[in-house]
């Protein structure tokens, strides 16, 4: 047992591993409990036992094996780690647990691999499972079958993925043992329960007997659809699906669409091997081809037929193969060997799929053009071939080689085309037989219906009825208006009869339910269509939509048309809707229409119509027009009408008013009525005549619109313009134009016929009348929109005068998108608006290219041009190249038929002369612009060859390989090139240059597709290798492609294909696709209307939007980071916000350079903060490299690409240094214009300069430094402070430079460095100038050095990081270095230190060599210079280094801060601010307004804070010995150690961190909370005050607007601050110390509080507010009253004043002055009534009488009033003694107004006139007492003043002579015991003196050493330079009296006396005291400050408090000592300037 004991005790996770098995049965068993009592799946606890999980299930022992298999059951099922268990996991369950004799056992292992697969690792389980299949042991493979069959029949075959199970099953059914052969058939069985006969094929070859039991296990097999019964994590709403319709009652109804959704269906050709035919071919084969006996050509065919019966093909290069078995199809003359090749082509095409698309174009029009043979078996051949070969390629592709045969005048022919075309429709669906594939068919078709042959009709027939069935009446409708209703039923009883491959759900069932539109169905077949589908999925829901709107909502005759219209889009031209009658209406007679105008007109219209009297005329037009607007649509008969109007005088009338209505008229009739081409005929001529009428002209136009609307623009436009150019007059020819340009405009462009206008354009711009030309210009401007570049090809051949005018008018037009049409179809479709007009735009842009004229060329390709091209001699070859070129040169268009020439050029390619590879590209990329977008079929056969030449060596080669791949991907779309396995075959071969481009090439064209085929995935294996490519330019493409291919192809698949990685690389492609999910750009938005024709007519539609946002928003569509949810959103969003004031998006296609407009830096909110949180977090590589690798620089330019101007970045990153010079020139352009944005993005452009630093090129180096200048310039004078992030990423690299060889660079760095100190701490600075002393370059390591002794002279040794011992002792290594530079160096900054600190250096040094100490010794004789005093700016660098931890990073910069106590800084700024500028470099001085003003603007982030225990506080505390150097002696025993540590707390109070807060409000609770400590706050009032308030404008601005902070917390801070303020002031002595400035601050924020509406809302809110008013109460009560009634007056006075401050706040402030009222019986002789009366008398200075009167409410006078009377009435006559402060009494009317009242006073108690002359005598008296005073005062003050000390110590003395009796004791009675001695030892000194007893030599100065009551008697010790003679600093404590001195005599003291002298009238002249109160509050800040700091940066502490004050200054060291007092002697010119 003693065993059992030890382990028993040890943790769960030891037990585990335990050696006894025993103990490890028990940690199993608590580890399965522990693992299912954990309920938080990301629980830590998980993580513990990631590497034991292994163990648990291969224990060796059977026992503890069974329960460790449980535990790991459990930990699986319920940790969110386990996944990362699973390969080591799986393989110890199929090697250590398959091949136990337990069942129990076999059983857990499969449950575990089941919960595996459950928890989404099923590729690690299946692949361990399948070795498993290969162990020698059966009874593993046994299970491992098993386990494959459970998990198939559970998860199904959407998860379990059966490829490589079916791969290995034949092997199985060859094993030896029956239990694996029985188990493989069942695993077969199942298979085929999910895939059915696709299983039969790859199960062809096992042995007949097992097939055939397995054939009759297969029949038993139920039919029912197989669903899945257990589901993934992921999958958790299916399964709850699944359980419901299981609770239903099984699958009675299933859901249909769920059911087929969960059987994936699995192709049979996807499991086969593919067999490599082409090595297998005879030898001979070629030969025998083209042997002469039919016989040995049968032998070579029937060779190839054995190979093409495999059913899956190795990809390869067929087309040698192709041809020969084209040329026996095409010219054998035995027809059994022309059905044999027939059979062999089929064959290839099956086997090949679409790796045979490539070779189909050439194929199919020979079989076609050989139906006509009759033979039944060829014909079948032919078909057979023919529609395998269909399925490898698209309708698309083939409609040219179709439409081409269809006019044949072979009937057979048209009888099999039409019949091949029937069945390929079968295979289409809506969105692969678009609109505009259907219109050419469909024309064909119609001819084929109307055939004499009835074979061929029939044969239509079926065609037209497939295609309906296929597409939907809606979209075939259009096309069959001319048929007649026999042949229209025909068609349609065909249509019945056709059975679609895609079966019914296809179908036109859906569409005659008319209500949904087909948009949504096409998204779901992912039929072979890409490309067109997503075009045409948008293209199809317009129509439908269109048309449904049009049945409900308008008149049906007036609908129809339209809807046909619509749905016909651009292909209406002359045709029209299915109502034929209606629109061509016959032509009527003319007594018919005066019939039919009769019965619907007034007589008397009739009549007069053709009346002579021109008023009769216009009477009758008058009438004919109400008639017409009266009318119902149905009786109107349009052409009666019209026909009546053109009845003489007709178009001839005279007069222009009758002309105008009869125009009016005709436009009515056109918009109310059906109104017929026919009746448009009859006015159209008339219109035209008058369209150039000036008076006349508009409504003619008008007339025009009304019409186009009525009959189409296209057929409208035709006739004005033939109409217009029949006729001579050129005003009406102009004018047409103009309208036309307008109606385009109005209408779209859709159907136009574009060649018909061009000749009359042409005319046009022939014409001799300018006005005509203009207007062509115009038009053609117009057309431009539309068209797009394509239309500048007609007119190539005019003038280049006139050329250059078309150019201009194009160049007007290049940034604009066409307009919407507001006319038209568009008016009539309630619904569908966008989607039609969507369809039209993309329709024009292919009707312009079809409307090229076109040459045809196939008969110049001929048999000698091909061979020339295939010549051996390199001349010949080219010759043959430049003929094509002439050949192409001259057709410019043409059509696709080019005969031999893609064979003969794709040789070509791979031409040995580099020179013809080139020419061959270029002849390639003019081939695309030639043959426009039917260059789609030569694809796969000459564009993929084209990419394979990315792959060249020459850099010129592959340049000219991707314009041409570009150019030929504008014309085809990218579908093309991405389907099929072709594009990964070639990223397949490993050659760095192919890769490099080809990702490139798709990393670029990718992000601008909305869809793409599901083959790109194919890709991702390559790409894959591609990361870990071994060359560096092939990764980092890789990676930039990798969220491109996300973006389609989604996170989850890309993640499932690392399955078949390595490990290791799997770790590292997943982290980078991680990586990429976060770049992930969102897919572009659907085609938005205004882009859609804007780059150029000749691109299809669908890229022009696309490309358009790609060139100008590159890098912010692609890579916008700021917030991925967003960017999904849709593109633009995300667009639209990262290029503020960029007027891009209005015209996508800007041109580069006009892009160029704009920020170059965009400012991102937090962009920075976010960054350094990422770099922090490791999300990001930290930027730290010996020199920048490729991922430091990606990485950049990803963080760059949201906020830098893409153009600018393109510089930025450009290889070439020419253009970062260009980048660094653009940036200092925009330095002082974008502060901001460059500081936002600051730490980037640093990195970036980083990189630069690393460039060979001396020109951009010097750029670079120049531009640092200027940059630190800026940031200096904007008081910027660089942040740690920015510093530690810049200045190690810059330090680098310093050993740059050349002296200007050298030069450039040191005055970079030194402007640095600017903006970043020298002490920060310091380290890193040392790190760079240890570089192995000699000259940066003197550089460096030499800098640092700069460093020391400037600000003193405090600079020495870490302390300065250690920095000298590292720097005097360097003495003994090899180096000369580098030992003088050394030497040189040793001195310097020297010089600065005397002999301690030596101290710090420690030991060195004697022959290092000797060099040492001689320099510094030789330099002999005495240490002199501590240079001035080092303690100046102290407050800026606080600042710069303090700020909070984004915030350093000063933002406006708001303050009530405007005036205060008036006062301040005229103060001696100018005075300090001189002495103190102003990145040093503490902005005084700054923290004062702080109103949450900056943050405050103090450092961590140490816990004190407070109850020591009271015992000395030991300081430890301070690691930074020796201290003089004499300074240690100044230490006040209380003081310094309640400081210290109080500092805490203002943290920005709540918790710090709170804690040291809690301290300082407990200290106020005890009696004989509470004490130890005194003289620390003010200081905690402040930062009270400061903590609690803290709270209102920041913490209370951030939402991320718990609100419970600002209550418990709140609680806290009210709670320690209320223990405050019930200490009465405490409270009175707090002073005015202080008070007024703490009433506002307290008032403030109170106001705070959110406070409310909170959930202890009312509470919170309750506590306040009993705070505020208290403070009213128990602090100095005359400090709290001056406070409050000022605040009153402050916040009238204070247009912001809302009349709530002053109101509180009166009834706390109310409050004070009511308490002044009680309190009046404690209150200092001069300073009150001066407060008041500065209010009614503010605030006369009339203005306060003003005021909205009369509160204000009331309560002044108020306070004045019961002033009054307390002191009675009294009160006039106390104006004393008052400089100049008539300024305001106090005087007056006590004056009044007193009088009041006394009349009511009748003994006015007694009293009045008492009084008046009275004042009289105390006048002549006042001027004593002032006399007194005015001495005392000139001994206050350092100055004039002796003068006002003789002076006081001659006084003391004179009036012996006269009283100076109030005058001292109220100072410290100090000056009171001072003043009399200086009276004793004078009295001696004077006697003549010797005098005091006037330097006696006072050792410093004694406590700090010493005084210098002599002016000289403290005007002269801080240090003595004798070499020893005056203690501080002297200013720090003379300090006291002049706050007493503001009557800021604080003393606690009932009733003061009139000391204060000692002012001389008075200011406000505010100003008075905030130099205090001021001083407590600073002290605070850097009270806070000291003790942050551990420094030693002297501390030297004085109590009365409040203010605790404290000196660090001797050294900076004297910098202190400077400051101080400086801080106390400050406050005198600002009393005079």
Known sequence: MGDDSEWMKLPIDQKCEHKLWKARLNGYEEALKLFQKIDDEKSPEWSKYLGLIKKFVTDSNAVAQLKGLEAALAYVENAHVAGKTTGEVASGVVNKVFNQPKARAKELGLDICLMYIEIEKGEAIQEELLKGLDNKNPKIIVACIETLRKALSEFGSKIISLKPIIKVLPKLFESREKAVRDEAKLLAVEIYRWIRDALRPPLQNINSVQLKELEEEWIKVSSAVPRQTRFLRSQQELKAKFEQQQAVGGDADGGGDDEEETVPQVDAYELLEAVEILSKLPKDFYEKIEAKKWQERKEALEAVEVLVKNPKLESGDYADLVKVLKKVVGKDTNVMLVALAAKCLAGLATGLRKKFGQYAGHVVPTILEKFKEKKPQVVQALQEAIDAIFLTTTLQNLSEDILAVMDNKNPTIKQQTSLFIARSFRHCTPSTLPKSLLKPFCAALLKHINDSAPEVRDAGFEALGTALKVAGEKAVNPFLADVDKLKLDRIKECAEKVELVYGKKTGGAAEKREGKPVAGKTAALPGPGGDKETKDAATKAGPLKKASAVKSGVPPKKGKPAAAAGAGGAGAKGKKGPETKEIFESELSMEVCEEKAAAVLPASCIQQLDSGNWKERLACMEEFQKAVELMERSEMPCQALVRMLAKKPGWKETNFQVMQMKLHIVALIAQKGNFSKTSAQVVLDGLVDKVGDVKCGSNAKEAMTAIAEACQLPWTAEQVVATAFSQKNP?????????????????????????????????????????????????LGVMYLYVGPPLRMFFEDEKPALLSQIDAEFEKMQGQTAPTPTRGISRHSAGGGDDGEEEEQEEVGNDVVDLLPRTDIGDKITAELVSKIGDKNWKIRKEGLDEVTSILNEAKFIHPNIGELPAALKNRLNDSNKILVQQTLSILQQLATAMGPNIKQHVKNLGIPVITVLGDSKNNVRAAALATVNAWAEQTGMKEWLEGEDLSEELKKENPFLRQELLGWLAEKLPTLRSVPSDLLLCVPHLYSCLEDRNGDVRKKAQDALPFFMMHLGFEKMAKATGKLKPTSKDQVLA????????????????????????????????????AFADDLGSNTMESKPDPKKAKAGGLSSKTKGIQGKKVLSKPNLKEDDDKSGPIFIIVPNGKEQRMKEEKGLKVLKWNFTTPRDEYIEQLKTQMSTCVAKWLQDEMFHADFQHHNKALAVMIEHLESEKDGVISCLDLILKWLTLRFFDTNTSVLMKTLEYLKLLFNMLSQEEYHLTENEASSFIPYLILKVGEPKDVIRKDVRAILNRMCLIYPASKMFPFIMEGTKSKNSKQRAECLEE?????????????????????????????????????????????????????????????????????????????????????????????????????????????????????????????????????????????????????????????????????????????????????????????????????????????????????????DEVLKQEDKAEAMSGHIDQFLIATFMQLRLIYNTHMADEKLDKDEIVRLYSCIIGSMITLFQIESLAREASTGVLKDLMHGLITLMLDSRVEDLEEGEQVIRSVNLLVVKVLEKSDQTNILSALLVLLQDSLLATASSPKFSELVMKCLWRMVRLLPETINSINLDRILLDIHIFMKVFPKEKLKQCKSDFPIRTLKTLLHTLCKLKGPKILDHLTMIDNK??????????????????????????????????????????????????????????????????????????????????LKNS???????????????????????????????????????????????????????????????YLERLKILRQRCGLDNAKQEDRPPLTSLLSKPTLPTVASSTDMLHSKLSQLRESREQYQHLDLDCNQTHSSGIGTTLASPSSAAANIDDLKKRLERIKSSRK
């Open 731 to 779: 005003k009406n020819q102009s004018e047409t134009l103009n309208w036309l340009s307008n109606a385009i405009k109005e209408f779209g462009f859709s159907g136009l016929n574009v060649k018909a206008f061009i000749s009359n354009v042409k005319t046009a711009l022939a014409a001799t009348n300018p006005a005509v030309r203009t207007s062509a210009i115009t038009l």
């Open 1072 to 1107: 980078m696709l991680e990586k990429a999910k976060a770049n992930m750009p969102a897919k572009p938005a659907p085609p938005a209307k205004s882009s859609s024709r804007v780059v150029g007519g000749t691109a299809p539609a669908k890229f022009q939007p696309a490309s």
């Open 1348 to 1564: 640092l002794g700069c460093l020391v002279e400037s600000y003193g040794m405090n600079v020495c990081q870490p302390t300065p011992g250690k920095a000298l002792k590292e720097m005097a290594t360097h003495i003994g270095d090899r180096d000369n530079t580098v030992r003088n160096a050394a030497l040189n900054t040793i001195v310097t230190v020297y010089n600065v600190h005397g002999d301690q250096v030596f101290k710090l040094i420690g030991n060195l060599s004697e022959k290092d100490m000797s060099m040492l010794e001689e320099r510094i004789k030789r330099s002999a210079k005495r240490p002199s005093a501590a240079p001035v700016r080092q303690t100046e660098e102290k407050p800026q280094r606080t600042q710069n931890i303090s700020a909070n990073a984004g915030m350093m910069r000063k933002g406006p801060a708001e303050d009530m106590s405007s005036k205060l800084n008036q006062n301040r700024n005229m103060g001696s601010h100018s005075e300090t500028t001189h002495t103190v470099p102003r990145e040093f001085q503490l902005d005084l307004d700054e923290i004062e003003n702080d109103n949450g603007t900056v943050r405050c982030e103090m450092p961590a804070l140490v816990q004190h225990k407070l109850d020591d506080i009271f015992e000395p505390v030991l300081i430890p010995e301070p690691k930074i150097r020796a201290v003089s002696p004499h300074f240690d025993d100044m230490h006040s150690n209380t003081a310094s540590t309640i400081n210290f707390v109080i500092s805490q109070v203002a943290s920005g961190d709540i918790n710090t807060s709170i804690q040291a409000l809690t301290q300082i």
């Open 1786 to 1867: 008539n300024e305001s009317e106090l005087e007056a107004h006590l004056c009044r009242v007193m009088k009041h006073s006394m009349d009511q108690s009748g003994k006015a006139d007694k009293d009045t002359e008492k009084g008046a005598s009275r004042i009289e008296e105390k006048a002549s007492k006042a001027k004593v005073n002032d006399i007194l005062a005015e001495i005392f003050k000139k001994i206050g003043s350092k100055e004039n000390t002796k003068e006002g110590l003789a002076e006081l003395y001659e006084y003391k002579k004179k009036y012996s009796d006269a009283d100076i004791e109030p005058f």
């Open 1872 to 1934: 410290s015991q100090f000056f009171q001695s001072y003043v009399e030892r200086g009276l004793r000194l004078i009295e001696t003196e004077r006697e003549g007893k010797g005098r005091i030599a006037p330097s006696t100065g006072i050792s410093s050493q004694m406590e700090g009551t010493c005084v210098p008697v002599s002016t000289h010790t403290v005007s002269s330079s801080i240090g003595n003679t004798n070499g020893e600093e005056v203690g501080p404590s002297v």
